[in-house]
């Protein structure tokens, strides 16, 4: 299983309600394949720079987990379909993976 980090931007005009409904949805995606999700951070409503669908606010989230392809591919699916979702990006966490990796060397070196 690989660490990711997905962002992605909601539609600024959503109700709370409907917001933290569609969060949850979109997690559950990717904790019905199996993903642990880490971390959650929310950005809140930011301006954009450029229309996005003709929207000029939107909604960040970002999320840290751990999951296989499967959860990945079956979340992109899904959030190209969703009118809630305005944009989405996923990457390797590579940082993290640096991390867990750099930790048995470091300590093979202080022996």
Known sequence: MKKYEIMYIL??????????????????????????????TEWGVRKFESLIKD????YYVIIKLTCDTAAINEFN??????????????????EEEVKETAKPE???EAK
């Open 55 to 58: 929207e000029t606010k939107g």
């Open 11 to 40: 539609r600024a005009d959503l109700e709370e309600e409907a917001r933290v409904n569609e969060i949850e949805k979109l997690h559950s995606i990717l904790t019905k394949k199996g993903a642990q999700i880490t971390k959650v």
């Open 77 to 94: 699916r899904l959030v190209k379909i969703d009118n809630k979702v305005l944009r989405h990006l996923v990457t390797n966490d590579v």
């Open 106 to 108: 470091a300590k093979a």
